[in-house]
């Protein structure tokens, strides 16, 4: 009997995502004005912050991915979720920038500790010929979540007259129900022997067609600056706390509509190809939001860069699973997550030290020509492949 992709550990895998990142996307919109209209931070502490805490992030998965290997998923799944709510309680009470760093990196580290074994887990669950569909479905889930919890923030700042800290604590309530739901989810992996966990820690690199498909999509997203400072782009060009909030509900809803087909289009024709239009999106949103001041094209820019995301982070994962063999399927994950995460860090520091006030923002415009050049990579390689199939 043919396997289902759309597993019950998928199903709640994927619920308990929703419910984080329902949390996290509550905070996120409203961090860079905490940071810089409440706190009164800098741009580049926002930049440091955030890239500090995906370097966190980082470190975490590269550990996280390799110990489920050997003592599988789960522990690292329910830890990590449980970890990230502590993250944000601290940053919803924090009134200086170095107490948001510290915050904002817990719930970073949570989510290393959990993603790799989370998407090594899906990996599991999962038949190979379908892992884009799965992991496209997963990210639908989780940005379903990220449009629910800025609306939550929009609803919060309507009722609570603009009270950016108050509407903020709303977040725990999505974070403890994702904590809670974790309990549920299903170890697909046996735990491996003693003796086979000792002799594990001697392990075999990874293959070089995988670790030449990361290190292109690290390369790439050295441009990609934190999302937090395009929020701050938005306020600096005249957007309301409540603008703000609304644009990137209209970011993650574009996400949202575009992951499974996505994901799909990764299954039938190639990651390469999703990953290319995405880069193209991604190139196209960052330039005009640079260049403009306008609020229309601004949210133009915004939803482009929507697009980003559905076409590259579910199809990045699935990408790297499906060159992944079973006892390196945790590991892999975690050297792709923590150097994209690294890769980000470089960019949010980067991003916020370029940043300055004025009608154009450099930092974005040179980050779409990095983007553009990563999609005319993939361009290029696609139509040799192509024309060498032919011949």
């Known amino acids: 009997m043919k396997r289902l992709w759309l597993t019950k550990n998928l199903i709640v895998i994927s619920l308990v995502s929703l419910a984080q990142d329902a949390a996290s996307d509550l905070i996120y919109p409203l961090l860079p004005l905490l940071l810089v209209g409440v706190i009164g931070a800098a741009p580049l502490a926002l930049g440091l912050i955030e890239g500090c805490a995906e370097a966190a992030a980082g470190f975490a998965k590269l550990w996280a991915g390799q110990a489920s290997d050997r003592f599988g998923r789960k522990p690292f799944v329910v830890s ?31 989510k290393g500790v959990r993603s790799s074994p989370r998407d090594a887990l899906i990996n599991d669950s999962v038949p190979k010929e379908h892992l884009g569909k799965a992991y496209g479905f997963h990210r639908t889930a989780d940005n379903l979540g990220a449009v629910i919890g800025p609306v939550l923030a929009l609803i919060g700042l309507a009722l609570l007259n603009d009270d950016i800290r108050a509407v903020a604590q709303w977040a725990l309530i999505p974070a403890f129900i994702s904590a809670v739901l974790t309990l549920f989810v299903k170890e697909t992996r ?18 070089s067609h995988l670790k030449r498909a990361i290190t292109t999509l690290v390369l790439i997203q050295l441009t990609n600056i934190p999302d937090a400072l395009l929020l701050l782009r938005l306020h600096d060009i005249g957007f ?68 980003f995301g559905a076409l590259t982070d579910g199809v990045g994962k ?59 990579f993939f361009a290029i390689r696609i139509l040799n492949h192509r024309i060498a199939d032919r011949f």
């Open 80 to 110: 990590g979720y449980a970890i990230a709510g502590a993250g944000k309680a601290f940053v919803v009470i924090a009134t200086t920038w170095p107490l948001v760093f510290i915050g904002r990196v817990t719930d970073r580290i949570g």
């Open 190 to 207: 046996a735990r491996a022997p003693k003796e086979k966990r000792v002799k594990a820690t001697k392990k075999a690199p990874l293959p």
């Open 240 to 307: 309301s706390s409540k603008g703000v909030v609304g644009a990137y509900i209209l970011m993650s809803s574009v996400t949202v509509l575009a992951s499974y087909p996505a994901g799909a289009l990764a299954d039938k024709i190639s990651p390469q190809v999703a990953y290319m239009i995405g880069l193209f999106a991604f190139a196209g949103g960052y330039a005009l939001l640079g260049l403009t001041t306008n609020h229309s094209l601004a949210l133009l820019a915004v939803g482009t860069y929507g697009l």
């Open 318 to 376: 699935a990408w790297i699973a499906g060159l992944s063999e079973d006892q390196h399927r945790g590991r892999a994950q975690g050297v792709y997550q923590a150097s994209m995460n690294f890769a980000v860090m470089g960019a949010g520091i980067w991003g916020g030290a370029l940043w300055m006030s004025g009608d154009k923002q450099w930092p974005l415009v040179i980050a779409a020509g990095g983007a553009f050049l990563g999609a005319l």
